[in-house]
């Protein structure tokens, strides 16, 4: 088979996996709907859930009863640094 193909097949399968990704990461954010006080507090803002090797970071507009995703950030970064103080 030529090199073309298999960079075909290659980008074919990293398209597959990241729109797997994408459609499980969608899933646990809807998921906040139903349970918008999940996952750890960091103040009196922001709280976050993990999604693999990510942090999603979310309130929960308990007045308007939305969920707002914040960010997703990479796990291994320093979240007290990125939250910034706890309460």
């Given at each position: 088979m030529s090199v073309a193909f298999w960079n075909i097949l290659r980008l074919t399968d990293s398209s597959m996996a990241?729109?797997?990704?994408?459609?499980?990461?969608?899933?646990?954010?809807?998921?906040?709907?139903?349970?918008?006080?999940?996952?750890?507090?960091?103040?009196?803002h922001?709280?976050?859930?993990?999604?693999?090797?990510?942090?999603?970071?979310?309130?929960?507009?308990?007045p308007n009863n939305e969920v707002l995703i914040a960010a997703v950030v990479d796990g291994r970064r320093d979240i007290v640094e990125l939250m910034g103080e706890r309460d």
């Open positions: 990241a729109a797997k990704y994408v459609t499980a990461l969608t899933q646990s954010c809807d998921r906040l709907a139903d349970f918008p006080l999940s996952g750890r507090r960091y103040n009196t922001f709280r976050s859930i993990v999604f693999r090797n990510h942090l999603i970071v979310f309130r929960f507009d308990e």
